[in-house]
């Protein structure tokens, strides 16, 4: 039987098999291993029980805007229908494919307002391979039941390694030297550029970005300082600071690895630019808004800042193109781009295969397990609730997935509808007005389990339920 809840489970068997589209050629190694690690159709495993359809074809996936062949593979793994795109829909057209799909997977060109979700009969669950959700109507999922997954943290390290990168470029001045002879100028010059061995280097956040940064520093023979507003343990021999002030005067480089939050922004102005060592250099590959970008210039042309490498702004062009990043997107503009050793790059400190390929896994994974467990960890806009799996030779065990408006009252009326069979395990969350709710009950015959459908069916906060078995 299905994960699928029992209205759309008709429907899907009802519903001709059609795949359409291709996704090209499948990786194996790192991928399958870890693939190898995801529920099955076909348990490996004598312990666990595989909750999950189990006829090919029942779950429908629509994937657009070409999401790394990491993800097509996962689904086709588990039997799925996959259908593929490599570009994002006009609204019409997703309109139409959007009304009987289960999951969907987009990047960030798709825009999945209320006006496209509403089509949506069957959908359970949306994944965005990339950071941000923004292009999501997340309040409308939301109350319509459906979860949303992203994919945070698979591009950490290669944004340590482009900072990495812009350290050496900074200290050695290769920005300036690269535009010089692509003009034909030849400046052989040793005034002013260093090596990085033996500098500090100033973290402000140490999360994953900023962590991962801090091993490789130190393997460069870089002595790591960090600011944090949480106390983390230090990688390696980094040393953790308690104010900003003290990494900003300890620190031959300081970069900014923060959430853009009220605290955060422009959290370096012209207060801490005038508190850096003289000749420091500063890095932001973070948010747009944690530089007083203004500020910064004024630094630099005050010869107290030596150089910057700046990868995200306040404001970013929506699409590639000549001429996108002028005065009328940011002020500041033509100023800044006229300073000596400014490295400028396009928001690219995620922008790797390696990254694209690590969202693939993550984000189809999470999507897999919500699917086949109903395992909801981090999800943006629903509450983090799991179960451990079913033992294997639980035969007459159901998993009932109930998600429901966050009102008194409602583990009561669920409980008492389940009370006729015993109830294994149980998981409730709320966040804000939306509730989840996980159970898993045992001893419950085939003819129960319509009936169960039906009474939850019919209880007032409910916004959807799904029986897996
Ligand atoms: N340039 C890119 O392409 C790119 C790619 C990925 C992430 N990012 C950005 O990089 C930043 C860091 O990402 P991450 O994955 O390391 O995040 P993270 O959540 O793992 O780490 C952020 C750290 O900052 C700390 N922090 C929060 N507020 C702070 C404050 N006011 N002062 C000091 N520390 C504070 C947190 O405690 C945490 O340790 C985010 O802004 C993210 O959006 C940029």
Known sequence: MSALDINNLQNTFQNAINLSGSAG????????????????????????????????????????????????????????????????????????????????????????????????????????FCIGTNQVDLEYATTHGIAVFNSPFSNSRSVAELVIAEIISLARQLGDRSIELHTGTWNKVSNKCWEVRGKTLGIIGYGHIGSQLSVLAEAMGMHVFYYDTVTIMALGTAKQVPTLDELLKKSDFVTCHVPATAETKNMLSAPQFAAMKDGAYVINASRGTVIDIPALVQACKANKIAGAALDVYPNEPGKNGAGAFNDDLNSWTSELVSLPNIILTPHIGGSTEEAQSAIGVEVATSLTKYINEGNSVGSVNFPEVSLRSLDYDQENTVRVLYIHHNVPGVLKTVNNILSNHNIEKQFSDSNGDIAYLMADISSVDQSDIKDIYTQLNETDPKISIRLLY
């Open 25 to 128: 050629a499948v990786s194996t190694s790192p991928t399958q291993s870890f693939m190898d690690t995801l529920p099955r159709r076909m348990s490996t495993s004598k312990h666990a029980k595989v909750l999950k359809p189990f006829s090919t074809g029942d779950m429908k996936i629509l994937l657009l805007e070409n999401v790394n062949e990491t993800a097509v593979s996962i689904f086709k793994e588990q039997g799925y229908q996959v259908e593929f795109n490599k570009s994002s829909l006009p609204e019409d057209e997703l309109i139409k494919k959007i009304e009987d799909v289960h999951a969907i997977g987009i990047r960030s060109k798709t825009k999945l307002t209320s006006n496209v979700l509403k089509h949506a009969k069957n959908l359970v669950v949306i994944g965005c």
